[in-house]
């Protein structure tokens, strides 16, 4: 064990799921905290391991299985002294419950992180528009909790789903982040014209596609899971005796 | 001990010093990976610790000393699986001996990936503007290598790296990212009057303040000491068996 002196809250972050939204997600938790120098900022740790296998293929069982990749890093974390974790992937919260169980320290789930930010926003309830990979989406991810909170949740058509949102996540994965913008507009466009309240970009790689000063132009209030984990982060820590 | 499928080449980061840098040496490092897929991109690690006291105050006697904070964070990221190690930060490069000393594993240098990037650039001798703290500048961090290796190191006067280069870093440290721009514009600007045939960014504040799509304008060669880090980290990592 280590001197106490350097013990803290720190805040553990599973990523490469991909690597850039675990990248992203550090530097927004900066970003979003308010701070005069670098010491008022929280202290954090981040595993970006990129090898874990892929979610989707993985959650249909046409690929390696990625709980024993992601148990790993929840561990390691938990070693090297996170206090609570997040994890900036939607498609991985697939596995939430057996990542939860595999530890004691805290898990913020980011659904509730992105239902929270609805609230920031002062949407309470309504229709909202749910982005993500398809699995995640065929399986409602978003859409029972959201559901159970009180909102109505809207789905592109599985031909936007596949050409818009997956497009873009592709993109992003392969380092295209300016060709992974027009899928993703595609998908936010057809959501404004159902006329939802809000859009939740339910995968991390769509705030990648989607840089924050196009978001004002687009007509319908967004809610990043990158931002809202974040968010739910910083609350986490200031929350610490 | 884990199990021996998930070892492998990690790349730990020894960051916080500061927050954003480590941050952003994370995003450089995935946005200078060619790759098709989250799973080529390199195994990483950052340990964010920005509560590491204030490396020119330390150095100077006049506040806490940063060493035993970075030597904790070395000895967590080595701990975790880190099989080489990376500081963006170049003023913590004045207690690199220490650090070395203090791991078995190999500790990239700043400076010397600076180096190999002007080299990269086909700049093999010249006149080198340095940018930094005002710590690192006096004494001599980046000059006495650019002489060592047939370089002839040029420096800003007191009041520009007081004005400028100090301003621009307090500017970053405190999120203020678009204000701190016009200082280091300034001490580009002085260094390019000058005649020289590169301007170092020898501060990990400095690429923050000066983003890449403003950097073609400047008329003259931009060595970023983050992105040279992060190309070093590739070659390591490139490199091994």
């Not at 991909?18 to 008022?40: H, N, V």
Request: charge should be negative; aromatic fraction near 4%.
């Amino acid at each position: 064990m280590t001197n106490n002196q350097f013990e803290g809250h720190f805040l553990g972050v599973l990523g490469g799921m991909g690597p850039l939204a675990g990248a992203t997600f550090m530097e927004r938790l900066i970003a979003l905290t308010e701070s005069q120098c670098d010491q008022q900022h929280i202290p954090a740790i981040l595993w970006n391991d990129p090898r874990v296998p892929d979610r989707p293929a993985g959650h249909a069982g046409h690929g390696e299985d990625p709980l024993p990749w992601m148990e790993n890093g929840v561990k390691r974390l938990v070693e090297a002294g996170a206090r609570a974790l997040v994890i900036p992937c939607n498609t991985a919260h697939l596995w939430y419950e057996q990542l939860a169980a595999s530890t004691h320290v805290p898990v913020l789930h980011i659904v509730q992180a992105v239902i929270d930010d609805l609230r920031r926003q002062g949407i309470a309830k309504g229709r909202i528009g749910v982005l993500g990979t398809a699995t995640t989406l065929r399986l409602g991810l978003y859409q029972h909790e959201l559901r159970a909170q009180g909102y109505e949740p809207v789905i592109p058509p599985a031909a936007l789903i596949e050409g818009g949102c997956a497009d873009s996540i592709r993109l992003v994965k392969n380092n295209r982040l300016a060709e992974a913008l027009h899928p993703a507009l595609a998908c936010v466009a057809y959501l404004r014209e159902q006329g939802v309240d809000a859009v939740v970009l339910g995968c991390t790689e769509l705030p990648l596609a989607l840089p924050h000063p196009l978001r004002v132009g687009l007509g319908v209030a967004i809610t990043d899971s990158i931002d809202a984990l974040a968010l739910a982060g910083l609350a986490w820590y200031r929350s610490q005796p």
